[in-house]
């Protein structure tokens, strides 16, 4: 099985950092990697696929980059509405795997 | 709108049979695979299964083989996961998302989910 990790397991940023998250998978998946938020009680939401591309109706402050085995998620100014926990996903090989989340607060 | 509503979850005993169900609407449903994903108590992610869109595949991740098995009934725009002898370790929020294809270059992702089925197995 592919295994993701995910770093820093959490952080606490002000309204207006830029916020940057890593993901790290133990083979390379190419480009197959998305991002979810997910906010407290509530189902996942799909951010970013293929490594870089917005879905549809996310905020242009998040942004994703990265191939092979290192990936990045960067949220360009933090707003309040980012608090969440954020998890890296890949969809190279079954079974396809989560990070384990970085949760993310609001000084 | 799209929507996906789960049902089926409630307390119970270990070793009993449980049946979730997720009822989508708002998308042509057998153009879709489908996934099961689920989320114990404080704790992250865990893709469980898929089912390609005829229910001719399908796709389980080795701890649930055996146990877990997934189907759908295109008619009735509906997907099943049916657990049987339940363990403690399966409570958890059990989530059915739909599974997009974006390409070659972009592979696929779980991109539409249901609000989540709370599962808590105790005696």
């Known amino acids: 099985d592919i295994q993701m990790t995910q770093s820093p397991s959490s952080l606490s940023a002000s309204v207006g950092d830029r916020v940057t998250i890593t993901c790290r998978a133990s083979?390379?998946?190419?480009?197959?990697l998305n991002w979810f938020q997910q906010k407290p009680g509530k189902a996942p939401k799909l951010l970013i696929y293929?490594?870089?591309s917005l879905q549809s109706g996310v905020p242009l402050r998040f942004s994703g980059s990265g191939s092979g085995t290192d990936f990045t998620l960067t949220i360009s100014s933090l707003q309040p509405e980012d608090l969440a926990t954020y998890f890296c996903?890949?969809?190279?090989?079954?079974?396809?795997?989560f990070g384990p989340g970085t949760k993310v607060d609001i000084k | 709108e799209v929507q996906m509503v789960e049902s089926g979850g409630g307390l119970v005993q270990p070793g009993r049979s449980l049946r979730l169900s997720c009822v989508v609407s708002?998308?042509?449903?057998?153009?879709?695979?489908m996934n099961w994903i689920r989320q114990a108590p404080g704790k992250g992610l865990e893709w469980l299964a898929n089912?390609?869109?005829?229910?001719?595949?399908?796709y389980y991740v080795d701890s649930v083989k055996g146990r877990f098995t997934i189907s759908r009934d295109n008619a009735k725009s509906s997907f099943y996961l049916q657990i049987n002898d339940v363990r403690a370790e399966d409570s958890a929020v059990y989530y059915c998302?739909?599974?997009?294809?974006?390409?070659?270059?972009?592979?696929?992702?779980?991109?539409?989910w249901g609000q989540g089925t709370t599962v808590i197995v105790s005696s």
């Open positions: 089912l390609n869109p005829d229910g001719s595949e399908t």
């Open positions: 083979q390379s998946i190419t480009t197959y």
């Open positions: 996903h890949q969809s190279y090989g079954r079974p396809f795997t």
């Open positions: 708002g998308l042509t449903f057998s153009n879709f695979w």
């Open positions: 293929g490594a870089s």
């Open positions: 998302a739909r599974g997009i294809w974006f390409g070659e270059l972009l592979g696929s992702a779980p991109d539409i």
